[in-house]
């Protein structure tokens, strides 16, 4: 029987382990643990890597969204479309900083519906956060030509989409700002917690800088109210090793996205989301999230042959959290976010699996049908 984890951790750290201890040892020697070149000199690759401007090292993705909001003055009254399939950390943000979350319902490739946030625009929306989920970038045409027909601001929730592209653009660098988070379990995690925020704008850059560091300004004085949202330097020399890598790996998640496309697309019970050769879109494939009729009997049939799989988020969208104020009862026009969340499961995905691992996964889910 295979013993196929959800995620490996440990493999993350064993597979350049000399490498690893080998970072640390500089990093620590050298005292170099806060805004030192480490993070510098990553800063500068990230943002080459993904053709923009800046990239700022931040605490988390969610401190990243943060900033990035308070950056553009979001606050109060403001109303802010997202979509509703994310990580609460997207609403989050923008409830923190005072505006209101509204929820987009999903179109056919499970990302945020242009033409349903379309739907919910209103006097008080200064803003749309698609999130780039799974490693794939939404249609940015779409959500731009929305922005720009009601003067609309552009942010990215990118935490899940380093290396996505929409034709050739990468996720993250369409809006004003965009966000990447490096948690573990990420598509280039470090070892902890970990964020950036980029944005081509320069003077949206300096007010980034300035909120993740107490508002201090590159000669150390107080000049404005911010916060400490900053990469620690050690795991940003982990990260630029790892950014060194990222396109290696990459090419691994798209091969075994590939196997699970051949094997799953057509068969009337699954719905797997877009392969790796779509159009105008590139998916890096953080995540391999399907739909599949009869989910929890098939999760409990894969457990039993010792494959683990999980129900994104603990299976509940944002607009189905009863103590926020919300509720599947009371917010009932997200139809296609409530039929997926019914269907949902991941599929392991990971750098450590195996071409025979990834064929055993497909045998149980398919036998789990016959």
Known sequence: MPDIPFFNYPAIYKRYEAEFDAIFKDVCSRGAYILQRDLEEFETDLAGFLDVKHALGVADGTNAMFIGLKAHDIGPGDEVIVASHTYIATAAAVHLVGATPVFADIG????????????RVTPKTKAIMPTQLNGRCCNMDDIQALADAHDLLVFEDSAQGLGARFKGQCAGTFGRFGTLSFYPAKLMGCFGDGGAVMTN????????????DHGRNDNGEVVAWGTN???????AAFLKFRLGTYEEDVARRRQIAGMYEAAFRGHDKLYPPQGP??????????????????????????ADQGIRTIIQWG????HWFDKLGYGRDKVTDLPKTDWFF?????LPMHMALTDDDVNAVIDAVLGHYK
């Open 342 to 346: 019914d269907r949902c499961l991941m």
């Open 277 to 302: 050769s779509d159009g105008d879109h590139f998916d890096v494939y953080q995540n391999y999230e399907m739909a599949a009729e009869d989910r929890d009997r098939l999760r409990a049939a894969l």
């Open 229 to 235: 949202s900053r990469l620690d330097n050690l795991q």
């Open 315 to 318: 299976g509940t969208p944002v």
């Open 108 to 119: 056919e490739d499970y990302m945020m519906s242009a033409a349903d946030a379309a739907k």
């Open 201 to 212: 704008d320069d003077e949206v850059a300096e007010k980034l800088k300035l909120w993740r």
